[in-house]
C-alpha cells in the first residue's frame, strides 16, 4: 500500500543547501494524492444520520451559497473530497466551520444533509475530545446553569424587573394562560437580548394578552447545542422544558427564538412535548390592526432572515409585513435575502466557537452580512433571532461603521413606534 | 413487382428486433450472421445487461428463440453478404458461407445490422499499457471474467483489493479520430463496478471520469446506485498513464476537483473502452454503396426524425452500425427499420400495381 499523504513537518528541512526551519517546513505537504484512504469515508457514512456524505456527486452548487466558502476554503462539496482523500473530519477544523445554516441542502440535487451530517459527525468528535475548548465551555454552561452564557440559572427571569409592565411567572401566576411565552437564553440574559424582551412584553401588555413566562423553571431550549453535537444535553433539556411547561394550562406556545422554535416544531414532539407553538413575528403579524402606531420610524431598514425562521421552517413573511405595517419605515431588502439568506454565523455552535473560526476564516459571516446590509442604503439592520443583535453590534464595530448601521430586534421598532420603549435609532 | 423478401444483416439486438418486425407483419425475412449464433455484441460478450444487471443470456433467449423458430424468418449462420446489385424492390445480394461458397437472393429491402466493435486499446494515445501488463484489462475483459463469476487479477488469479475503472478510452478523442462519446460505456463501468462490490465486498472501487455522462434513467439506476448503496468512488478526473510498481500498478493523473497530481496504485484497472464502427459495417458500406457520416458511422438521412433510413434507396441501417447506440436505442431502431422496410415494398407493390 501506498503511504499516506500526511503532511511533512521536518524538524530542520534543507532545501538546496538553505536551511527551512520552524512554519516553513509546513510547506512541504505533498502535492501528489498517493492514496485515497477511504477509511474515514466508510467511518463517517456508517454512523445514522450521516450517511449522505457520501452521495456528494461533486456539482458544486453548495459551494456558491455555502456562507462560510466566501470567507475560507470550506464547503460541503470539499469536506466530501477530504474525507474521500482520508482527511479525519472527526479531527479537522471543517467539522466546526458549518453553522447549519441549511442552504446548501435547499441546492443539493443528490440531498446531501449537512443538518444530520453534522450533529452526527460531531457527536463523535465530542466524546472523543476533539471540539473546540470555547464550545465545550458552551456545553459545560448549558449543563451547569441551563443557558449556555454561564449566568446563573435563579436570574433568569430578572429582567422582568425592568419590563415596567406585569409579566407572570406561571409559577406564581396559579392559573391558566392564553399564551405561554418561552424566552430563552439571550433574551433572558443578554443586554441587547433583554432590551427586545422588555420591547415584547411591553407590546404583549399593550395588546391586553394573557400570557406567561416560565421564569426560573425555563432551560436553554438546546437546539443548537444539539446541532453543535451534543444530543445528550439536548435530550436533558427537552425533557426538563417539557416537564415546566406540562405543569401548566394554556392555549399556545410563542417563541422569541428561531433556534427555540425549531426544537419546539420539530424535536421536542419526539419526546412528548407537542403545543401548538409560534414564533413572534408570525403571533403578532395578524394583530397589526390592534396595534396603535403613534410614532414613525423614518429610516431605510434592511431585514435580516434568521436562518431558523426562514429556510429551516418557511418563514418569511411575517417579520416582513410587521416591518411594513411600521409608519415612515422604508424597507429594502439585501441581495441574499428570504430562501438565500446570509447567515450571521451564530447557528450550529458557531455562537460559542468565535475565536475558534475567526481564527480560520477571513472574516466573521456577521462581518460579511453588515458589509451587505450597509451597501443596500439600509440605515437599522432588523433581526428577529437573539443571537443576532449582539453579533451584528459586534460586526458594525469591527467593520467601522459605527454610527452608520444600527441593528435592532423587530420587537424594538414595533415597541418604539407603539410608543412603549425608545429604541436607540 | 417488388420482392416481398426483406434481408436483414446481422442477428444482434438491432438486427432480431428487425427480423421479428417485418416477420410480424407478414413478410419473408432472410437473416444473415457471420457468427454461428445470434444475439450479437451482448449475447457473446456480457454476463448481464444494463441497467437492471439482468443475466444477459437469460434476457435474450426469448427474442432469440422466437426468431430462430419464426416460420416466416431464415437464418443463415457464418454467412456474409459480399456482393449486391439491383434496386429497391429488387436486390440480387451475393452471400458466402465460411467455405467461401457464394450464392445469390433476391430480396425486396435490407436491413443493415451490423454494429460496432469496442475500441482497441493498443491504438490509445494515453499509456495503458494493455497489452504490457496483464492487469490492465477492458470492460469486455471484465464482462467475460463475470461470465465465470468471479473478477480476479489476471497476473496471480488472486481477487483485487483495489479496482480502477478509466472512462472515456477511445472516445472524445480528436488525435485517435473519435470524436464521438460512445454513450453506453460510464453505464457499463457503474454497473461493472456494483457487480465488483457485489462479488468482493472488500474492495475498494474507483471510476476516475472526464464527466460522467449517464443517459435519462441510468443516472439514478446506476450511477446513483454504484455511489450511494455500493459505495462506489467516483474521481473526477482523468488517468494518463499507467505504470508497474512492483507487482501493482501506478496510475497517474489528476484528481481534477482538488486540484492535484494522483499516483496511487491498484491492483486492477478496467479501461473503458469505446466502439466503432465494426468490420462489418464498414463492408457493408462498401457493399451497399452506403456513404458514412463523419465520424465513420453509416449515414441516414432526414435526421433526428429519421433514424434508420440511408440515403441509398431500399437499404435501411439498425443500431450501433449507425453510431454509438445502447440496447434500447438499438431495439428501437430495428422496430423503426422493419416498418420502414415493409411500407416501402408495399408502396412499390402498389406503384407497379
Known amino acids: 500500500m501506498a503511504e499516506k499523504a500526511t503532511p511533512i513537518e521536518l524538524e530542520v528541512a534543507v532545501v538546496n543547501g538553505v536551511e527551512l526551519n520552524g512554519p516553513w517546513n509546513r510547506m512541504f505537504a505533498p502535492r501528489v494524492i498517493s492514496e485515497y484512504d477511504l477509511s474515514v469515508l466508510e467511518e463517517v457514512t456508517a454512523i445514522p444520520g450521516a450517511e449522505s456524505l457520501g452521495y456528494c456527486y461533486q456539482c458544486g452548487k453548495c459551494t456558491s451559497v455555502c456562507p462560510v466558502d466566501v470567507v475560507g476554503d470550506y464547503s460541503p462539496r470539499k469536506v466530501f473530497r477530504r474525507t474521500q482523500l482520508g482527511m479525519s473530519l472527526f479531527e479537522s477544523d471543517d467539522l466546526w466551520l458549518c453553522t447549519t445554516c441549511g442552504d446548501c441542502l435547499r441546492v443539493c440535487p443528490k440531498e446531501v444533509n449537512m443538518i444530520h451530517i453534522m450533529p452526527s459527525v460531531r457527536e463523535k468528535a465530542v466524546m472523543d475530545g476533539h471540539a473546540p475548548q470555547e464550545l465545550l465551555t458552551a456545553f459545560e454552561n448549558t449543563a451547569r446553569y441551563g443557558n449556555p452564557l454561564g449566568e446563573p440559572a435563579r436570574k433568569r427571569a430578572d429582567w422582568v424587573k425592568s419590563a415596567g409592565v406585569p409579566v407572570p411567572i406561571m409559577s406564581q401566576h396559579k392559573a391558566p394562560v392564553d399564551v405561554l411565552w418561552f424566552v430563552e437564553c439571550y433574551p433572558s440574559y443578554h443586554p441587547r437580548g433583554k432590551d427586545a424582551s422588555v420591547a415584547l412584553a411591553r407590546i404583549f401588555h399593550a395588546l391586553s394578552l394573557d400570557f406567561g413566562i416560565l421564569g426560573n423553571e425555563e432551560k436553554c431550549s438546546g437546539d443548537s447545542q444539539r446541532m453543535a453535537g451534543e444530543s445528550g444535553l439536548f435530550e436533558m433539556l427537552a425533557e426538563s422544558n417539557i416537564k415546566a411547561l406540562s405543569k401548566y394550562t394554556f392555549k399556545e406556545i410563542v417563541v422569541t427564538d428561531p433556534h427555540a422554535f425549531n426544537a419546539f416544531r420539530h424535536e421536542y414532539p419526539k419526546y412528548g412535548g407537542e403545543w401548538p407553538t409560534r414564533h413572534y413575528t408570525q403571533f403578532l403579524a395578524p394583530r397589526i390592526q390592534q396595534m396603535d402606531f403613534s410614532r414613525a420610524i423614518n429610516r431605510r431598514v434592511t431585514f435580516h432572515d434568521p436562518c431558523y425562521l426562514g429556510r429551516h421552517n418557511g418563514e418569511y413573511e411575517a417579520p416582513r409585513q410587521l416591518l411594513q405595517a411600521i409608519p415612515g419605515l422604508e424597507l429594502v431588502e439585501m441581495g441574499r435575502c428570504r430562501e438565500n439568506s446570509y447567515c450571521c454565523g451564530g447557528g450550529g455552535g458557531g455562537m460559542w466557537m468565535d475565536s475558534f473560526t475567526s481564527d480560520r476564516l477571513t472574516m466573521r459571516l456577521s462581518e460579511r452580512r453588515v458589509r451587505e446590509a450597509v451597501e443596500s442604503g439600509a440605515e437599522i439592520l432588523a433581526v428577529t433571532c437573539p443571537y443576532e443583535v449582539s453579533r451584528f453590534e459586534d460586526a458594525v464595530k469591527s467593520t467601522g461603521h459605527a454610527g452608520e448601521l444600527k441593528v435592532l430586534d423587530i420587537a424594538e421598532l414595533l415597541a418604539h413606534a407603539m410608543g412603549l420603549v425608545d429604541a436607540p435609532l | ?353
Open chain 2, 1 to 353: 413487382m417488388a420482392v416481398h423478401r426483406v434481408l436483414v444483416i446481422g442477428g444482434g439486438p438491432a438486427g432480431l428486433e428487425a427480423a421479428r418486425g417485418v416477420a410480424d407483419m407478414g413478410l419473408a425475412v432472410l437473416l444473415v450472421e457471420k457468427t454461428g449464433e445470434l444475439g450479437g455484441t451482448p449475447y457473446a460478450h456480457y454476463a448481464t445487461l444494463t441497467p437492471h444487471l439482468k443475466d444477459a443470456r437469460d434476457l435474450m433467449q426469448d427474442m432469440l428463440e422466437g426468431v430462430a423458430h419464426h416460420p416466416q424468418i431464415e437464418v443463415r449462420y457464418h454467412t456474409e453478404v459480399v456482393a449486391s446489385r439491383g434496386e429497391a424492390g429488387a436486390f440480387t445480394v451475393t452471400l458466402q458461407n465460411q467455405e467461401g461458397q457464394s450464392q445469390e437472393e433476391e430480396v425486396g429491402a435490407v436491413i443493415v445490422a451490423t454494429g460496432f466493435q469496442h475500441f482497441d486499446p493498443g491504438r490509445e494515445t494515453q499509456l495503458y499499457g494493455y497489452y504490457e501488463f496483464e492487469d490492465v484489462i477492458t470492460l469486455v475483459d471484465a464482462e467475460h471474467m463475470m461470465k465465470s463469476g468471479r473478477i480476479v487479477r489476471p497476473s496471480n488469479g488472486q481477487p483485487p483489493e483495489r479496482v480502477a475503472f478509466i472512462q472515456c478510452v477511445g472516445s472524445r478523442d480528436r488525435q485517435i479520430g473519435n470524436r464521438w462519446c460512445s454513450k453506453v460505456c460510464c453505464g457499463i463501468a457503474s454497473k461493472q463496478a456494483i457487480e465488483i462490490k457485489k462479488m468482493l465486498p472488500e474492495a475498494k472501487v474507483f471510476i476516475f471520469y472526464i464527466d460522467m455522462r449517464m443517459y435519462g434513467f441510468w443516472e439514478d439506476q446506476l450511477y446513483w446506485k454504484a455511489q450511494e448503496e455500493h459505495k462506489v468512488n467516483y474521481i473526477r478526473g482523468i488517468v494518463t498513464e499507467i505504470l508497474k510498481k512492483g507487482d501493482k500498478l501506478l496510475m497517474k493523473g489528476e484528481d481534477t476537483t482538488m486540484g492535484r497530481p494522483v499516483e496511487v496504485l491498484m491492483d486492477l484497472v478496467i479501461l473503458s473502452v469505446g466502439m466503432e464502427p465494426s468490420q462489418g459495417t464498414l463492408n457493408m458500406a462498401k457493399v451497399f454503396h452506403l456513404p458514412r457520416e463523419s465520424h465513420g458511422f453509416l449515414a441516414t438521412q432526414g435526421e433526428p426524425l429519421d433514424t434508420v433510413t440511408t440515403p441509398v434507396a431500399g437499404v435501411f441501417v439498425a443500431g450501433a452500425a449507425a453510431g454509438p447506440k445502447d440496447i434500447e436505442d438499438s431495439v428501437s431502431m430495428g422496430g423503426a427499420a422493419a416498418v420502414k422496410a415493409v411500407s416501402l415494398l408495399r408502396r412499390l407493390e402498389k406503384s407497379l400495381a
